[in-house]
Nanobody, 118 residues
Framework: QVLLQESGPGLVKPSQTLSLTCASSSGSITNSNYAWNWIRQPPGKGLEWMGSIGSDGTTTYSPSLKSRTSISRDTSENQFSLQLRSVTPEDTAVYYC??????????WSQGTQVTVST
């Protein structure tokens, strides 16, 4: 079973926009018990939190990425999306979407390998 299903291209060219979508079967994205996060891990590096969206659509972003990052949602499809603009090869990473609940460990997607290259 896949409760958080990611979709999107695995290869993005430099200067383009990286776009990923996470469809939830683990709860409604408008449920006030949950928040939803995007986290990535570049090769050989640690996890990097990118940003989140709450049940009311409120977004927060990592200061280092906020100028290039947008997180949005589609309530009719119960999914949320990540857009990372003006990508470079340093944005190559495994990208995860997660479900966050107060005092409960994160629930993780399987992850998507995205490579930024020509």
């Amino acid at each position: 079973q896949v409760l958080l299903q990611e979709s999107g291209p695995g290869l993005v060219k430099p200067s383009q926009t990286l776009s990923l979508t996470c469809a939830s079967s683990s709860g409604s994205i408008t449920n006030s018990n949950y928040a939803w996060n995007w986290i990535r891990q570049p090769p050989g590096k640690g996890l990097e939190w990118m940003g989140s969206i709450g049940s009311d659509g409120t977004t927060t972003y990592s200061p280092s990425l906020k100028s290039r990052t947008s997180i949005s949602r589609d309530t009719s499809e119960n999914q949320f999306s990540l857009q990372l603009r003006s990508v470079t090869p340093e944005d190559t990473a495994v990208y995860y979407c997660t479900r966050q609940q107060y005092r409960v460990p994160f629930f993780w997607s399987q992850g998507t390998q995205v490579t930024v290259s020509t």
